[in-house]
């Protein structure tokens, strides 16, 4: 049976099975030395002369080969016992080795931090640049967050429903992914900018509380905390005032650094709040950071930001919305959107939350009358055709008895980058892409063959065609 190297000090003077890969193999005279890998951790392992297939075979080994060894755990000698690491007072005695793959010598260093390595060479080999402790850290404990956050809302009666990512357009006011369909050649499907109108339609479902990890598509151009694919915890809730939903998410932040990341310290609880005019006058911006001491990466300065405008005016000279069509203005403002006068006074419920200079949350209390959202509309001089068009089953849903309701999405990759001490969400993220928007080690985007643009009804440009 296989032991995991995370539990070898337990066991020593036991006979024991370990998989893993090589580390780094260091011949010393007769003794040779493999550090072995696994996803739990790494520990020494001594191939002695008396042991001669073993110790024939451990010569032969190199890094990142994968290995079965049988062997037995011994205690270290008290002076070689290294205090920093896991098994630090053991090793193993390598009996056997079976070799269960060769590798050939990586394009790339898998042992260090791999900060000043290339990070073409890095996204394009990313199964080998996964490896590194630094990337197994960032994806393990992302992995643990969302854990966390999930069995948080589900613990304050939230029910996670996944929403389609095959759909039309979510007027999130950034520029939409399409997919083709086949089956009505000439017509398109576009790719979530975030859940919005789903969980504003759960609520006329009558789902009351809803949240989601939910992948979200928008076509911009990437930047260090940008992708053209990123992860939102996404959240709904009904009959609630903003103060609600500004208090379960600020314990759900709360709780999870306290739980994960106990290291850091949260400057202000609760978290300060600041008014988007407050915010521009004192910080010049609308995500601060308000931290008193930037040297310290363990200080997570959370605030939150409200009283934005709910208006502002397009290149065009039109109005457009500050953050989302659907929210609801503050009620001191709510008369003038009825009226649709002041507009450029109308405040809007939107609460964003911002930690260390990075906008990590937002949302919103939202319309649930049709009358106002019909308004909201109006003001950005949308004509009755085009309100039907485009929003039509979001009001005629609000005429069946829609509950108040307002929720917010966390931008789930940032706050990970933020808590995981990163400079960008690409260390964060898996299989990140590059700023142009390419995943070099899977080569998309990439070409489709002429039989599935003719099946799709598409013809390309054949001066863009590469
Ligand atoms: N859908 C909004 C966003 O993606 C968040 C929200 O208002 O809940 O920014």
């Not at 001594?46 to 011994?74: D, F, I, Q």
């Not at 967050?145 to 948080?152: E, G, I, K, L, S």
């Not at 975030?194 to 598509?217: I, N, T």
Request: charged residues 30%; hydrophobic residues 35%; contains cysteine.
């Amino acid at each position: 049976m296989r032991t995991y190297i995370k539990d070898l000090a337990g066991k020593v003077g036991e006979e024991v099975v370990v998989k893993g890969w090589v580390d780094i193999r260091r011949d010393h005279g007769k003794l040779i030395f493999i550090d072995l890998r696994d996803m739990s951790g790494k520990v020494q392992m001594v191939a002695l002369p008396n042991h001669k297939e073993a110790h024939e075979l451990a010569n032969t080994v190199r890094p990142e080969w994968v290995l079965e060894v049988s062997g037995k755990v011994n205690a270290r000698p008290e002076k070689m016992i290294n205090k920093d690491e896991v098994n630090g007072a053991v090793e193993i005695e390598v009996l056997n080795i079976v070799v269960l793959n060769e590798a050939q010598t990586p394009p790339l260093d898998v042992r260090s931090d791999g900060k000043d390595i290339n990070e073409e060479v890095r996204l394009t080999y990313r199964y080998l640049d996964l490896r590194r402790p630094r990337m197994q850290k960032n994806i393990r404990n992302r992995s643990l967050v969302m854990t966390y956050v999930r069995n948080f809302f589900t613990a304050e009666g939230f029910t996670e429903v996944e929403t389609p990512n095959l759909t039309t357009a979510t007027a999130e006011g950034s520029r939409d992914f399409i997919v083709p369909s086949r089956v009505m050649p000439g017509n398109f499907y576009a790719l979530p900018q975030s859940p919005q109108q789903y969980k504003q339609l759960l609520m006329a479902a009558g789902m009351e509380k809803y949240f989601q990890f939910a992948r979200c598509y928008r076509d911009e151009d990437s930047r260090g905390d940008r992708q053209p694919e990123f992860t939102q915890m996404d959240m709904e809730m009904s009959f609630v005032k903003r103060e609600d939903v500004m208090d379960v998410n600020e314990r759900a932040l709360i709780a999870l650094v306290q739980k994960y990341y106990p290291e850091k310290k949260i400057q202000a609880i609760p978290f300060p709040r600041l008014t988007y005019k407050e915010a521009m006058e004192k910080y010049g911006c609308d995500k601060p950071d308000i931290r008193e001491d930037k040297n310290n990466p363990d200080l997570l300065a959370f605030c939150w930001v409200v009283d934005f405008p709910m208006f502002e005016k397009t290149d065009k000279g039109d109005w457009t919305f500050t953050h989302n069509p659907f929210s609801s203005p503050t009620p001191e403002s709510m008369p003038d959107l009825m009226e649709k006068k002041n507009i450029e006074n109308i405040l809007t419920t939107q609460y964003d939350v911002a930690l260390n200079g990075y906008e990590v949350g937002g949302g919103s209390i939202r319309n649930h009358r049709p009358e106002a959202l019909r308004k909201v509309l109006e003001i950005m001089n949308f004509n009755d055709e085009k309100i039907e068009r485009e929003y039509g089953h979001m009001l005629k849903s609000f005429s069946f008895g829609v509950p108040p309701h307002g929720g917010m999405a966390w931008g789930f990759d940032r706050l990970m980058m933020l808590l995981q001490n990163e400079p960008n969400i690409r260390e964060v993220i898996a299989f990140a892409k590059t700023g142009e928007g390419a995943d070099l080690m899977m080569r998309a985007p990439g070409i489709i063959k002429d039989e599935q643009l003719l099946e799709l009804g598409i013809s390309v440009n054949k001066k863009i065609k590469k």
